[in-house]
């Protein structure tokens, strides 16, 4: 493994990961709520009386914030070398890994880790065994 040292980008990816740690900080002090995206997502199915409102405010801001940086920086380009059965497919199987696993990876990685609960420690540990193995398999196995 080596790095593109010309496209490093080690500031601009403290400065998200220290936003990303200051919203959810801010978001569960003000609200009392974790932000974990596949719970937020999975209570627009189900929403409880006046639970439905910042849900979908939350769902819009992750939606509509690519379309505003557009305005002022272009968007990187997004290449995915997979055809649109086998997105669907990784996409299913992320949504059940998901509810299996009681949350995403924002919610036991960022949020969850952060809360110090064992639960997330684990399922964190989990996500990032099973993307080892994927990673070593696909690189090294299949070729």
Do not use: E, Q
């Not at 200051?22 to 189900?46: D, E, Y």
């Not at 998901?98 to 420690?121: A, D, E, I, K, M």
Request: charged share 10%; with cysteine; glycine share 16%.
């Amino acid at each position: 493994m080596t790095i593109d040292w010309a496209n490093f980008t080690p500031w601009s990816s403290l400065a998200g990961g220290v936003l990303i740690g200051l919203a959810t900080a801010l978001f569960l002090l003000v609200t009392g709520r974790i932000a974990g995206i596949s719970g937020i997502v999975g209570g627009l199915f189900r929403p409880a009386k006046g639970d439905i409102g910042w849900r979908i405010a939350f769902v819009a801001g992750l939606v509509l914030a690519p379309a505003v940086f557009s305005l002022v920086a272009p968007l990187p380009v997004v290449r995915i070398d997979a055809g649109s059965t086998l997105l669907v497919l990784a996409g299913l199987l992320v949504g059940l890994g998901s509810r299996y696993g009681s949350g995403c990876t924002s919610g036991h990685g960022v949020c969850g880790l952060s809360r110090r609960s064992p639960r997330s420690l684990v399922a964190t540990a989990a996500f990032m065994l099973a993307g080892f193995a994927t990673v070593f398999v696909a690189r090294h196995l299949l070729g």
